[in-house]
C-alpha cells in the first residue's frame, strides 16, 4: 500500500531527465548566481554579490541533497499538503470585541489619520 | 527543584505564596541567566501583579486553578498583550503584541505566571539558538555547548530551575530536541490539538506547539491546560482534550512499542549484539546516529519490554526521505507566512525611495542569515519551473510517511527512537547548513505526518551529556505515549541535574 516491500527498500527509478525537463532536476548545478539574484528580488530582500555568492553555496548544498528524491517513484502517490484534513471548519458569527486601533497603530514604523503610513506606491507624491 | 504540581497544590491550600514561589525563581533568573541567556525578556514587574492576584485569590477562597502560582516560561514567538514578542529577530525587536495567544490565555487561566519570554533561533529556524539575533542561550549541562533549538531558551529555562514549566513550538524538532539536549521532558502534540492562535507562524501545516517540564506528569499537566478546541484557529481539532495524567499510571502491560529501525541500529557492542529482546536493525539505517545514543533507545526497549510491554522492530521505510521533504516544504512555507514582514503594520522599517525598495532594505536589515536563505529557498522550491521537481515531489514523499506510520501503528501502539542523533554539540560545531539540518532526522518525521511525539529523557552520552528517547503515537494518541513515557521515566537511570540547578538562588550562596 505504501510502495514499500517488506525488505523496508522502495522500487528505484533510473535517473533520465534531462535539465530540461522541468520534473527532473538534471545534472546541471542545483541553482545559479543568476537565479539565486532573482529569487531575492523576488522574495524582495537586497542583496550584494558577495551574498548573492554565499547563498548560491548554502541553497546548492541543500538543493543537491534534494535530489535523492529523484530517485523516488512517486507517479502513484498523491501529495500531501495539511497533516490533518478537516473540511467545512465553521464558527458561529457572533461579535467579538475587535483589537484595539490606536494599539495597533501604535507598533507600526509609521501612521497617520488611523492609518498605516507608506511611501509613495507610484513613485509621485501623494 | 519544585514542580508544577507540588508548586500549584501548595499555593492551593494556601500553605506557599505565588509571590514567595516567583521570588525564588526570579532571584535564580538574576544570579545565573547572565550565563545562560535563557530569556529574551524577564517580566518581573507584570509577573509580580499576577502572582499577588494569585494569592489574593486564595485568601478570598477562590481557586486560582491548576497551575495556580506556577511560574512559566514563553517561547518569544508567542503573542503575549504588551510584553515584547520579537522571535529574536531585529525584524520585531520591541514589538508589543496587541493581543494573547490562546495558549497564554489558557495558561493564565489556569493559575500560571508569566515569568519571561525565551530565546530562540531567529523565527525558530535552527536548532541550536545560534540564529538568534540577540546572542545564544547556553546548556546548563555545559555553557560551551547549544541548548538544542529552536526553542533552546524555553529548555534552558527548565533545565536550569527558572521556571518549572516552559512553552516552545515544535516544527520539525524544536521542542523534543533541545528537550533532549537539556535532559528534559518536551512533548509535540498532535498537529491541531493545540490552538496556533497567537504563535507567530513559520510553516503552517507543521507548527505546534506544546510543554517543556522537568518531568512527565508536570508535562501532562500542562498538555491539559493547553489542549482543546479553538474557534479562531481553523485547524484546531474539535475534539475534547482527554485526562492526560491519568494515562501516567496504565502500565504498559499488553501495549506494542515499535522501535524504528531506520533510526535506530543494532547493538555496537558484538557480545551484546541484538539484546535480550531486540534482533538487528534490517535493511537500512540512517548514517551520523550516535552509537551511545542508540544503545539507551535500546535500552529503553529492553526497559519496556521488562514491565510488560511487547517489544519489537519496524520499518518505516520513508522517515530516510523525511528531512529532505521537510526543508523544501518548511521553506516554501515560511516564504509565504514571513512576507507579511515588509515594513508596513509592525516591527522594522528602513526608509526607502518607494515602497519596494522599502521593502527590499527593511527585509535586508530585518532578516538573519539563516532566515534569509530559507526564504529564499522556499522562494526557488515554489518558482515556475521547479515547483513540481521539488516542493511537489516533496508533497508526495509526505504521503509516503503518512502511509508508513499508518502500516507501523497497524502493528504498534507507540513507536520508539532516538529525540536527537547526539548530544548536545559545542557552538560552531554545526555551522554547515544540511550538518545542523540533520539534528531533525529523527523528529521531523512526526511533524510531516502531524503525529505527536515527545522526548524523555533516559541516561546519558558522551561526557555525561543527556540523552533523550523519543515516543511517537498515531495522531490524537497522546495517552498512550504518556503512559509509555511515564513508565521509561520510572526506568531511566537517575540523571545529574545540571551545575547550575544545583546551586541555590543567589551566586554567592552557590558552587
Known amino acids: 500500500m505504501s510502495g514499500a516491500n517488506k525488505s523496508g527498500k522502495r522500487q528505484v527509478r533510473q535517473r533520465e531527465g534531462s535539465p530540461t525537463d522541468a520534473a527532473s532536476l538534471g545534472e546541471a548545478a542545483a541553482i545559479s548566481t543568476d537565479q539565486v539574484a532573482h529569487v531575492a528580488r523576488l522574495a524582495r530582500i537586497e542583496l550584494t554579490a558577495d551574498e548573492i555568492e554565499h547563498y548560491t553555496g548554502h541553497l546548492g548544498r541543500v538543493l543537491e541533497h534534494a535530489r535523492e528524491l529523484e530517485d523516488l517513484d512517486l507517479a502513484d502517490v498523491p501529495p500531501l499538503a495539511h497533516p490533518y484534513p478537516l473540511r467545512n471548519v465553521f464558527r458561529d458569527d457572533v461579535a467579538g470585541s475587535p483589537v484595539d486601533r490606536d494599539e495597533v497603530l501604535s507598533q507600526a514604523p509609521a501612521a497617520s489619520s488611523g492609518q498605516f503610513e507608506v511611501p509613495p506606491v507610484l513613485g509621485e507624491e501623494a | ?511
Not at chain 2, 531585529?90 to 515569568?115: C, F, H, K, N, S
Not at chain 2, 501495549?255 to 541500529?265: A, D, H, I, K, P
Not at chain 2, 544503545?295 to 526497549?301: G, K, S, T
Not at chain 2, 518558482?383 to 508526495?396: F, I
Open chain 2, 1 to 511: 527543584m519544585t514542580s508544577a504540581h507540588v508548586i500549584a497544590s501548595e499555593v492551593r491550600a494556601g500553605t506557599r505564596r505565588a509571590t514567595d514561589v516567583l521570588e525564588d525563581f526570579l532571584g535564580r533568573i538574576e544570579a545565573h541567566d547572565g550565563d545562560v541567556h535563557a530569556f529574551n525578556t524577564v517580566s518581573a514587574e507584570q509577573a509580580r501583579a499576577a502572582a499577588a492576584a494569585i494569592d489574593a485569590a486564595v485568601d478570598e477562597g477562590r481557586d486560582p486553578g491548576p497551575l495556580a502560582g506556577v511560574p512559566v516560561a514563553f517561547k518569544d514567538n508567542l503573542c503575549t498583550r504588551g510584553v515584547a514578542t520579537t522571535c529574536s529577530s531585529r525584524m520585531l525587536e520591541g514589538w508589543q503584541p496587541p493581543y494573547d495567544a490562546t495558549v497564554v490565555q489558557a495558561m493564565t487561566a489556569a493559575g500560571a505566571v508569566m515569568i519571561g519570554k525565551t530565546n530562540l533561533d531567529e523565527f525558530a529556524m535552527g536548532s541550536s539558538t545560534e540564529h538568534s539575533a540577540f546572542g545564544p542561550t547556553r546548556n546548563p549541562y555545559d555553557l560551551a555547548r547549544v541548548p538544542g533549538g529552536s526553542s533552546g531558551g524555553s529548555a534552558a529555562a527548565v533545565a536550569a530551575g527558572f521556571a518549572p514549566l516552559a512553552l516552545g513550538s515544535d516544527t520539525g524538532g524544536s521542542i523534543r530536541q533541545p528537550a533532549s539536549l537539556c535532559g528534559i521532558v518536551g512533548i509535540k502534540p498532535t498537529y491541531g490539538r493545540v490552538s496556533r492562535y497567537g504563535l507567530v507562524a513559520f510553516a503552517s501545516s507543521f507548527d505546534q506547539i506544546g510543554p517543556f517540564a522537568t518531568d512527565v506528569a508536570d508535562a501532562a499537566l500542562a498538555l491539559g491546560v493547553i489542549s482543546g478546541h479553538d474557534p479562531v484557529d481553523s485547524t484546531s481539532i474539535p475534539a475534547a482534550a482527554p485526562d492526560f495524567e491519568a494515562a501516567l499510571a496504565r502500565g504498559v502491560e499488553g501495549l506494542r512499542v515499535g522501535v524504528v529501525s531506520e533510526l535506530t541500529g543494532s547493538r555496537g557492542n558484538g557480545a551484546a549484539n541484538g539484546g535480550p529482546v531486540l534482533g538487528d536493525a534490517a535493511g537500512e539505517v540512517l548514517d551520523g546516529i550516535d552509537a551511545d545514543v542508540t544503545e539507551r533507545v535500546l535500552e529503553a526497549a529492553d526497559a519496556l519490554a521488562d514491565a510488560g510491554a511487547t517489544v519489537g522492530r519496524v520499518s518505516v521505510p520513508a522517515v530516510t526521505y523525511g528531512l529532505t521533504a521537510y526543508y523544501l516544504i518548511a521553506p516554501a512555507e515560511a516564504s509565504s507566512n514571513l512576507a507579511r514582514y515588509d515594513g508596513t503594520r509592525y516591527g522594522l522599517r528602513v526608509e526607502g525611495a518607494d515602497v519596494e525598495e522599502m521593502n527590499r532594505l527593511t527585509r535586508r536589515a530585518g532578516f538573519g542569515d539563516e532566515v534569509k536563505a530559507r526564504i529564499m529557498l522556499g522562494t526557488f522550491a515554489l518558482s515556475a519551473g521547479y515547483y513540481d521537481a521539488y516542493y511537489g515531489k516533496a508533497q508526495r514523499v509526505r504521503m509516503l510517511t503518512r502511509r508508513d506510520f499508518d502500516a507501523a501503528y497497524a502493528d504498534f501502539d507507540v513507536l520508539l527512537s532516538p529525540t536527537s542523533p547526539c548530544v548536545a554539540f559545542r557552538f560552531g560545531e554545526r555551522a554547515d547548513p544540511m550538518t545542523m539540518y540533520r539534528c531533525d532526522t529523527c523528529t521531523i518525521p512526526s511533524n510531516l505526518s502531524g503525529d505527536p511525539a515527545m522526548s524523555v529523557p533516559f541516561g546519558t552520552g558522551a561526557e555525561d551529556l543527556p540523552v533523550g528517547v523519543q515516543v511517537m503515537a498515531p495522531a490524537l494518541g497522546e495517552e498512550a505515549m504518556l503512559t509509555v513515557a511515564a513508565a521509561l521515566e520510572r526506568a531511566a537511570p537517575p540523571l545529574p541535574k545540571p551545575p547550575l540547578a544545583r546551586m541555590s538562588g543567589s551566586k554567592g550562596a552557590g558552587s
